[in-house]
Structures are given as structure tokens and as C-alpha cells.
């Protein structure tokens, strides 16, 4: 079957660690996308990619770093530098950004600070 | 810039009665506009979405939405919801140009026996 994969569902971080959240997609889209979400404050953009070897940063980039090495694969690293990343990540993928279809999504990574 | 807004943060409602989730939005480009639902810990899945064409779109689950380009308005409705349809609803606004969405805060619907 086709669809978005995040892995893991839940994960816990120390503080001052850096934490990686993986994305995969077998839907052959070409854009992907991470948004954050907290109770009351819907989804907000972190970064997004059009195609491979290429993103662009969100409405909140900072603290958090992309790559997109390989069209299925979007991982996204939260860093020390991040200071309230206790969330609900989601990642989600397009068909293409010129295209106006709805994203999917993964099932999301609930990530904690401890 | 692009803006959504959707006009209830909380809406109750009793099983089997009809139901409007507002949204509306701001752009000054044309847009796409989709409704997406969350169940709890889960991703969004899509319930509709207007491209174009006929300004009354179906979605699953019997939800239904009217797109409103004089107010700026796409609400979604359900003429008689049940206990399962307890979720979260997000509105959102897709920009071709900008190669993004943006989402709405969200509406939380709880059906009440």
C-alpha cells in the first residue's frame, strides 16, 4: 500500500540532546512538508521541500534542520537550540507544489522533553 | 499573504442534530481549499476539498461544503452527526505559487449521546 511513514510514534528527549524524526513516502511525490502542532494553535509550517536536494524554511525553522537526500525520505532533526520542542510532529507529502491536490499524512511522532 | 481562520474553537453539538464548521479565508492569489480531520494522536485525513467547478463538494462520511468566493467563506456541514464524527476539523488554504498551505487553528466537534 501507498502512504507516509513516521517513525517513532512517540520519543523522548533529553534536554541539550539533538533528536531525528524520520519521514518516508513510497507515493512518488515530489513535495514534502513538517509542520509542529500544539493544543489550540493548528499546524504551523517548519520546513518544506519542492524536490530532492532542495527546502525551504517555514514559518518556525529555527532550532530545527532538513535533508532531502532521496525523493521518499524527508528526516527532520530538532537540535539543542530548539527550546520548547515538546510537540506533535507531522510530515506530509504533495504530489508536486504546482499541484493543487490535497497533502497526505503521516501518522505523526509525539515527541517529549524529559 | 494568505490567512485562514476558522470562527469556533469548540463546537458541541447532540447526536443526530446538523452541524456548520465555519471557515474563512484571505488571499490574494486563487486558492484551494481542503477539510481535513484528526482523531486523536492520528495524522489528517481529507474530507473534501473545492478546485473548481461546481461550488457545493461532497466529501466522505456525508459532509458536505460550500465554497463562497463573495465571503471569502468554505464551511463545512453534516445535516446529522454521530458519536464517531467527534474529531478535530482543520480548514486549510493551498497557494500553487507559494508551493504551501496554510491551516486553520482548528475546530473541535464533540457529539454528545
Known amino acids: 500500500d501507498g502512504g507516509i511513514t513516521q517513525s517513532p510514534k512517540y520519543l523522548f528527549r533529553k534536554e541539550g540532546q539533538n533528536v531525528t524524526l524520520s519521514c518516508e513516502q513510497n507515493?512518488?511525490?515530489?513535495?514534502m512538508y513538517w509542520y509542529r502542532q500544539d493544543p489550540g494553535q493548528g499546524l504551523r509550517l517548519i520546513y518544506y521541500?519542492?524536490?530532492?536536494?532542495?527546502?525551504q524554511k517555514g514559518d518556525i525553522a529555527e532550532g530545527y534542520s532538513v535533508s532531502r537526500e532521496k525523493k521518499e525520505s524527508f528526516p527532520l532533526t530538532v537540535t539543542s537550540a530548539q527550546k520548547n520542542p515538546t510537540a506533535f510532529y507531522l510530515c506530509?507529502?504533495?504530489?508536486?507544489?504546482?499541484?493543487?491536490?490535497?497533502?497526505?499524512f503521516g501518522q505523526g511522532t509525539r515527541l517529549t522533553v524529559v | 499573504a494568505q490567512s485562514v481562520t476558522q470562527l469556533d474553537s469548540q463546537v458541541p453539538v447532540f447526536e443526530e442534530a446538523p452541524v456548520e464548521l465555519r471557515c474563512n479565508y484571505s488571499s490574494s492569489v486563487s486558492v484551494y481549499l481542503f477539510w481535513y480531520v484528526q482523531y486523536p494522536n492520528q495524522g489528517l485525513q481529507l474530507l473534501l476539498k473545492?478546485?473548481?467547478?461546481?461550488?457545493l463538494v461532497k466529501g466522505i462520511n456525508g459532509f458536505e461544503a460550500e465554497f463562497n468566493k463573495s465571503q471569502t467563506s468554505f464551511h463545512l456541514r453534516k445535516p446529522s452527526v454521530h458519536i464517531s464524527d467527534t474529531a478535530e476539523y482543520f480548514c486549510?488554504?493551498?497557494?500553487?505559487?507559494?508551493?504551501?498551505?496554510?491551516f486553520g487553528d482548528g475546530t473541535t466537534l464533540t457529539v454528545k449521546p
Open positions: 506530509a507529502s504533495r504530489l508536486g507544489p504546482q499541484v493543487n491536490t490535497e497533502a497526505f
Open positions: 473545492y478546485l473548481s467547478g461546481s461550488t
Open positions: 521541500s519542492q524536490i530532492v536536494n532542495d527546502f
Open positions: 507515493l512518488n511525490h515530489d513535495a
Open positions: 486549510a488554504a493551498y497557494n500553487t505559487n507559494a508551493g504551501k498551505s496554510t
